[in-house]
């Protein structure tokens, strides 16, 4: 009997260790999901919902309603994956007390009026980014269409085909 009560005591005892390892990455995997959904889940929800008004603004309402429908769902689905991927790759890499200090700076006042106010689409602030951004994005495009150069390996271009004589 002495022996029984011994051996189940070892098993607790070294069960502890495991249990409270256990209970640690399930924290920190809840204080990751919370971090992600009050972040960054939150930025892209308000930057996928103007992009979609945007959208399906010059489209008949009826198709607007199946756009808005067939994309919402799609975001609820890419949502889902990456709150789930993400809570889990940051509760890998931060402690839980990391976590937590995190959360402390979002949740900050100062820095949620930051963030309210990159938020806001009709912001003098998104206006100043946006303009910004897409015309880098354009020059990146102008410049990748006119790179017609060739590159090593690639093969010769074929001869320009003379142009056609115009019609008499």
Do not use: W
Not at 4 to 25: E, K, M, Q, R, Y
Not at 93 to 107: G, N, Q, R
Not at 123 to 151: E, F, G, H, R, Y
């Amino acid at each position: 009997m002495n022996r029984l009560i011994a051996t189940l005591c070892l098993g607790v005892t070294l069960s502890l260790p495991v249990a409270a390892h256990a209970d640690d990455a399930a924290d920190r995997v809840a204080a990751a999901t919370s971090l992600v959904n009050k972040t960054l889940i939150k930025n892209l929800q308000t930057g996928f919902n103007v992009a979609l008004e945007k959208t399906v603004a010059p489209m008949p309402e009826a198709r607007a309603e199946a756009v808005r429908k067939e994309l919402t769902d799609e975001f609820e689905k890419q949502r889902g994956i990456m709150v789930e991927g993400l809570s889990k790759e940051y509760a890998e890499k931060f402690s839980l007390a990391e976590l937590k200090h995190l959360d402390e700076i979002y949740s900050d006042p100062t820095y949620l009026k930051f963030q309210t106010m990159n938020a806001d689409p009709k912001s003098s602030v998104t206006a100043i980014s946006q303009n910004s951004v897409t015309k880098l994005l354009n020059m990146l495009a102008v410049a990748s269409a006119t790179d017609n150069t060739p590159k090593p390996g690639d093969p010769p271009l074929p001869p320009a085909a003379a142009p056609a004589p115009a019609p008499k």
